[in-house]
């Protein structure tokens, strides 16, 4: 099995905790080959863990670096399309956390560059390679008739379950005057999708591409793609929002809180059947995904819960992504795919407009 030797851009949260050690423990797969990270203490410490000596504070030098065949870019979503560009112009496969950026202008560049240089550019969406959510998938096809769908997402800020779990290095020697033009390069992006809006609403279409793009985009392969946003309404971190289907409505809510828990699911009911799957943090990992079958046969109502197994999404998808790369596979999670979200977010926010109050 040959190795497919790895840039990563971005030395964050969840390169240290999920990403870093999953390509490590994919060896005969992958290969750490070179690392990019705006912080130079952050960088050293990183490139001495994992032994790799190609370092840089420049992610387009990194995509320069000619013997990689794949760059993951996992930094900040403000600087997504630039490093994604950059890699494509250097013929690097690419795989993109979430969100791939924050307007569909940006997505159609990444789209015309892939397709000129015929490389591959995969999303990380990694709750749709769950082996409980493909199995899910199935299992909706299933189903005769939907009569409601539930999408929740209530969760802890991100710090609680990772200050009790993990030690992820942060250094304080990025420069201002970086911070704050990564704060102005991120109004200036958002502004392209959805105009000058209020700050309580480029707060909340942040938070949809940010956690509510897993969500969503989950969402969209169950049950397809819904016909309109109905209504939506949003406070604080918190956000509800109902979509019209054919022949029925699904409502999706979403919140962060101080709470230590994670509480991430979608259900889907029919008239004698539900399937629900049921996620939690990813930042502990193997924590298990599980689908919940709940049915009436006759008299006899069932109950089942399904855990495929241990093994957490990101490795199923760094394995998916292997497989893309290797055999020349169309990775489900494209940037086609991603688009589709970023019109829902349009949608919502479309929606959200029409209650918005200027106090």
Request: proline share 3%; net charge negative; hydrophobic share 40%.
């Amino acid at each position: 099995m040959s190795k497919i030797k790895v840039g990563v851009i971005g030395l964050g949260e969840v390169g240290q905790i999920i990403h870093l050690p999953i390509l490590k423990n994919l060896s005969d797969q992958f290969e750490i080959a070179a690392l990019c990270d705006i912080s130079e203490q952050l960088l050293q410490v990183i490139g001495e863990k994992y032994q790799v000596e190609h370092l840089y504070t420049d992610a387009e030098e990194l995509t320069q670096q000619k013997d990689l065949e794949l760059v993951m870019v996992l930094n900040s979503d403000e600087y997504h399309t630039d490093c994604v560009l950059s890699a494509i112009k250097n013929k690097k496969h690419v795989f993109v956390e979430k969100p791939v950026c924050l307007n569909l202008e940006e997505t159609d560049a990444i789209i015309k560059a892939r397709d000129e240089a015929n490389v591959k550019v995969m999303v990380g969406y990694m709750r749709r390679y769950a082996p409980a959510f493909i199995q899910a998938v199935e299992e909706v096809k299933k189903l005769n008739q939907i009569q409601y769908v539930r999408v929740r997402d209530i969760i802890g800020q991100n710090h609680l379950m990772i200050d009790q779990t993990s030690h992820v290095f942060r250094f304080q020697d990025i420069p201002k005057e970086a911070i704050e033009e990564k704060a102005n390069r991120g109004r200036f992006m958002v502004k392209k999708a959805i105009g000058d809006v209020p700050d309580e609403l480029y707060n909340t279409y942040r938070l949809l591409c940010g956690l509510s793009s897993h969500d969503l985009s989950a969402m969209r392969e169950l049950i397809g793609i819904p016909k309109r946003v109905v209504s939506a309404v949003h406070w604080g971190s918190n956000i509800h929002a109902i979509f019209e289907y054919e022949g029925f409505y699904a409502a999706f809510e979403t919140g962060v809180d101080n709470q230590r828990r994670f509480d991430a699911h979608i259900e889907v009911y029919s008239q004698t059947k539900t399937v629900k799957v049921q996620y939690d943090t990813p930042y502990i990992r193997h924590l298990p995904t599980t689908l919940i079958v709940n049915e009436t046969i006759d008299e006899t109502y069932h109950e089942s819960v399904l855990r495929p197994t241990f093994k957490d999404p990101y490795t199923h998808e760094l394995e998916y992504l292997y497989d893309v790369i290797t055999k020349d596979i169309v990775p489900k999670t494209s940037i086609e795919d991603y688009q589709e979200d970023l019109r829902l977010f349009s949608q919502i926010i479309d929606a959200l407009k029409e209650n918005y109050v200027i106090t």
